[in-house]
C-alpha cells in the first residue's frame, strides 16, 4: 500500500514535471513573440456590435513604457477591458485595439508623444468580450530629468458623448476604406484635407465635436496633476 502511494506520488511528480516544461516551453515560444516581456500573447477575441456603457464620472487611465508595453491600469480600465489586471500588465496597448479604427489616427498620435506632445484622439476600443467603448483620450510623456529620455507615457480618458460618435464615425470608415485601398499615406493625405476644409488641426476637431472645452479641459488638467504630472 506504501509503496502504491509511493508509486502515485512519482507519477504526480512525472506529470507535474512534464506540466512545468510544457509551460516552459509555451513561456519560451511567448517571449519569441513578444520579446519585450514574457506574458503569453493573448488571443484577440472576436468584435460584437454592442457598446459597453462608460460612466461619464469616471476616468480611464493606463501607463505604459517607451514601447506601448502596459505598465500600469487604474481600476476603472482593468474593469472597462475586461482583462484580470495580471493578463494586461506587460502586454502591448493595441491588446484593446479595434479593428475599425484607422491606422492613422495612431500613427498620429505616435508623431505626437514621442516629441513629448499631447493629442486629444477619440478612440474605440475593444474589451475581451468583444464589446467596444468609445473614449476621449489625452497623453502624457515622461521624460526623464538627467537623461532627456523618455520613460514612460500615460494615456487620461473619459467617456465620448454620443453625438460625437456620430459625427467620428463616417470619417473614421472612410479613411479605414483608404487604408485598405492605398495605405497608411494615402488615409493621411485624406485627414489633412478633410481637416483644411474644416480649418482644424484634428485636436481641434476632436475637442469641437466633443466639446472638449472648459470643463473637460480643467477635468483631464486635474487628472494630470493626480498622476504627478504639469
Ligand atoms: C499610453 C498609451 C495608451 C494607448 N491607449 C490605446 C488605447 O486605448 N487603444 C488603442 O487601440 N491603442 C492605444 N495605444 C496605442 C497602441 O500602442 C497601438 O499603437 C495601437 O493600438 C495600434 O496598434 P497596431 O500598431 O498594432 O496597429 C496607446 C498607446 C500608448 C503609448
Known amino acids: 500500500m506504501?509503496?502504491?502511494e509511493n508509486n502515485k506520488g512519482t507519477s504526480m511528480l512525472a506529470t507535474l514535471k512534464q506540466e512545468l516544461s510544457k509551460e516552459k516551453q509555451e513561456e519560451v515560444v511567448a517571449t519569441e513573440i513578444n520579446p519585450t516581456f514574457s506574458q503569453p500573447k493573448i488571443q484577440k477575441p472576436e468584435p460584437i456590435d454592442k457598446e459597453i456603457e462608460l460612466d461619464p464620472k469616471r476616468y480611464i487611465v493606463s501607463k505604459t513604457d517607451p514601447k506601448g508595453i502596459i505598465e500600469y491600469g487604474n481600476e476603472y480600465f482593468v474593469e472597462i477591458s475586461g482583462y484580470q489586471e495580471h493578463e494586461l500588465i506587460g502586454q502591448p496597448h493595441?491588446?484593446?485595439?479595434h479593428p475599425?479604427?484607422?491606422k492613422i489616427i495612431f500613427r498620429l498620435m505616435w508623431e505626437r508623444i514621442s516629441e513629448g506632445e499631447n493629442i486629444v484622439a477619440m478612440v474605440k476600443n475593444l474589451?475581451?468580450?468583444g464589446r467596444y467603448y468609445w473614449v476621449i483620450t489625452d497623453f502624457?510623456?515622461?521624460i526623464n530629468k538627467f537623461t532627456g529620455e523618455i520613460e514612460s507615457y500615460y494615456a487620461y480618458r473619459k467617456?465620448?458623448?454620443k453625438?460625437?460618435?456620430?459625427k467620428i464615425e463616417p470619417l473614421y470608415q472612410k479613411l479605414l476604406k483608404i487604408e485598405k485601398e492605398s495605405g497608411i499615406e494615402g488615409a493621411r493625405?485624406?485627414?489633412v484635407g478633410y481637416l483644411e476644409t474644416q480649418n482644424k488641426t484634428y485636436d481641434q476637431f476632436i475637442e469641437e465635436i466633443t466639446e472638449v472645452k472648459g470643463l473637460a479641459k480643467f477635468w483631464f488638467r486635474a487628472m494630470k496633476k493626480l498622476f504627478g504630472h504639469k
Do not use: G
Request: proline content about 8%.
Open 2 to 4: 506504501a509503496k502504491e
Open 94 to 97: 493595441n491588446i484593446i485595439r
Open 100 to 102: 475599425d479604427m484607422p
Open 127 to 129: 474589451s475581451k468580450s
Open 140 to 142: 502624457d510623456t515622461k
Open 159 to 161: 467617456a465620448a458623448p
Open 163 to 166: 453625438h460625437a460618435i456620430k
Open 189 to 191: 493625405k485624406y485627414l
